[in-house]
């Protein structure tokens, strides 16, 4: 696969880590590196929390780790596409690997600190409006081929919601809204409130490095794959937890590009799903043919007929995996018997 892309001029990958449990004390971080033209995983990296001084650090090690596997095997990179951690923005810079970031995570963000306005007394009007900001921005990014220009729509939202009759001429069709009681002044705390959100600096410099080309929603979709393979409630040694993302990588990659099923009638079928996150609206999605396992197939002949037959190979391979001593090994460890006899308990002391 990586041989593959090799043969291809400006490749463009999208990554992300994934957690192996809840909060911000995991014990691995596995950072996935997909190829988002073709929707396939080219690289997955597990870290250990104590081999780089912490979880918070995991992450960028990951992405190291895989570059520098991209970069010996020829992969020539366009870009790649993750989200804001602050590490990932430096070292990429410091390794001039241009990057953009996934339109998804900016504008849960934003819709986040949104929404807690509209809660507050005399702001109830900006919600009519959060459904727009959110078109606006994905418009903002897939429309736009440069930074500068970027930045330019999307601070022209400020001016959509009060109707400023000097601003410039709409590059979008224009939509006549029948709720005259929507639009904002430009003097009112609702208005203060969502410029000082929309036209923050932080948020001015993330909007200028968009995505306009894919996202990163295949990457989060192979996540949600994951967890069917390394569910986050149980606790894998690391081989074992690398051999799961391995097989969850050869599941997804040969199911991901699967057809939209069809009725008998040859009629395409949708459905209805309510995501938790939208709370109560409906999103009609594509339903797809039915998965497929024949990777299972050929991990059991090779199994039968090359490990059984000649095991050596394959046993100098795991054997050359470094594994990290466990995250005990950092504390004394006391002599079994010891630690019984000094056993207390609230009720039997």
Not at 26 to 40: C, E, I, Q, V
Not at 114 to 125: A, F, P, S, V, Y
Not at 298 to 322: A, K, M, R, T
């Amino acid at each position: 696969m990586l041989e593959q892309l090799s043969r291809r001029e400006n490749v463009i990958v999208g990554g992300d880590k994934r957690a192996d449990s809840p909060g911000h004390s995991a014990k691995y971080g596995s950072y996935t590196m997909m190829d988002l033209a073709t929707n396939t995983v080219v690289d997955l990296k597990l870290v250990q929390s104590n081999e780089v001084g912490g979880s918070y650090h995991m992450e960028k090690e990951g992405l190291k780790r895989s570059l520098d596997l991209l970069d010996a095997r020829g992969v020539r990179l366009e870009c790649i596409i993750t989200d804001r951690h602050p590490q990932m923005q430096k070292y990429l810079r410091d390794r001039n690997v241009t990057q953009f970031y996934d339109v998804w995570h900016i504008e849960k963000g934003i819709s986040k600190k949104l929404d807690k306005i509209c809660q507050i007394k005399g702001c109830e009007k900006l919600r009519k409006w959060l459904r727009s900001i959110k078109n606006h921005i994905y418009w903002t990014a897939a429309s736009s081929t440069t930074g500068p220009e970027r930045v330019a729509k999307w601070t022209s939202i400020l001016n959509h919601v009060h109707e400023d009759p000097n601003f410039p001429a709409y590059l979008h069709p224009q939509r006549i809204s029948r709720d005259k009681n929507k639009w904002l002044s430009a003097a009112t705390m609702p208005f203060y409130k969502l410029e000082k959100v929309l036209a923050n600096k932080r948020i001015l410099k993330d909007v200028a490095k968009l995505s306009p080309h894919h996202q990163t929603s295949t990457v989060e979709a192979f996540h949600s794959v994951l967890l069917r393979f390394a569910p986050k409630n149980v606790v894998f040694p690391f081989l074992g937890m690398l051999c799961r993302l391995y097989l969850a990588a050869l599941h997804y990659n040969e199911n991901a590009g699967r057809p939209q099923a069809t009725s008998a009638t040859g009629k395409p079928i949708y459905k209805l799903a309510f995501p938790k996150a939208k709370k109560g609206e409906y999103r009609v999605r594509k339903v797809k043919t039915q998965q497929t396992f024949g990777y299972v197939k050929e991990l059991l002949d090779l199994i039968f007929n090359q490990v059984f037959v000649d095991p050596s190979p394959y046993v100098d391979e795991v054997l050359g995996i470094h594994i990290p001593p466990a995250l005990s090994s950092a504390c004394d460890l006391p002599e079994m018997e010891e630690a019984i006899s000094s056993r207390v308990t609230r009720f039997n002391q």
